[in-house]
């Protein structure tokens, strides 16, 4: 193993498990604010994770290993939908299949780097599981008795899930809006350096200038002056 396949492995591991760690930590939270937070924070770990790998294979001339990877599920399309926006969220193709055999079921399929792929999955994972829970004790608050899976209960699962994707999706981009913003400040700041320095060496070479006028001015005067005298 080479020092580039080290360090990729290294730093992949270690966004796999951080992005476990926390959704560990947040699994069974209250409500959809909360599974939405923790979401984009496992959602920012692995876009400083791209960043950097993309740095690192610019350097070495290299690229990420794809993974293509299959999951049971996705028989309701909210399931399908979640799993297609954090897919998308995290750098990820998705695609899902039907079997058709009898007795065939559906599989979410995601394409991606290695940790993308992992942590998209368990992203999409505990969404949908988040998305489920919240369901069921809706039922029981509102329809005691009822089965989780009554109209009511699906159409509020689409809900909640819509809700979560839409909110993901717009918190990504506000986060993209400020990175902009810090780099057009960085480059207008690098701007105001470079005319700064400009400035300072047209001012040198104007003083250069005069500085030389002087000496030439002063020479000529002494030279009219030996030549009366």
């Known amino acids: ?22 959704m560990a930590l947040a699994n069974g939270n209250d409500n959809e604010h909360q599974a939405e937070a923790a979401a984009n924070k496992a959602r920012e770990l692995l876009e400083a994770y791209n960043l950097d ?46 079997g058709l055999t009898a007795g065939s079921t ?17 992203m999409a994972q505990y969404l949908q599981d988040t998305v489920d829970r919240l369901a069921k004790d809706w039922v029981k608050a509102n329809r005691p008795g009822s089965s989780v899976f ?48 400009s400035s300072i060496d047209h001012s040198r070479v104007s003083m250069s200038a005069a500085i030389a006028g002087l000496v030439r001015s002063v020479l000529w005067t002494r030279t009219k002056l030996y030549q009366r005298a």
């Open 1 to 22: 193993m080479n020092i580039h396949e080290h360090t990729f492995d290294a730093k992949t591991e270690a966004v796999i498990e951080k992005v476990r760690k926390l």
């Open 53 to 98: 790998m993309a740095s690192i294979n610019k350097d070495t001339k290299s690229f990420t290993p794809r993974q293509d990877q299959k999951h049971r599920g996705g028989l309701y399309k909210w399931q399908r939908d979640l799993w297609n926006m954090v897919a998308i969220l995290n750098f990820c193709k998705y695609s899902y299949y039907r």
């Open 106 to 122: 559906y599989e979410h399929r995601l394409i991606g780097s290695k940790a993308n792929v992992i942590g998209a999955t368990i």
């Open 150 to 197: 009554i109209k009511e209960a699906i159409a509020y699962r689409e809900g909640v899930a819509e809700r979560l994707g839409t909110r993901l999706w717009q918190l990504r981009e506000e986060h993209l809006k400020e990175e902009r913003a810090k780099r057009d400040a960085e480059r207008s700041a690098c701007s105001s350096i470079i005319r700064t320095t």
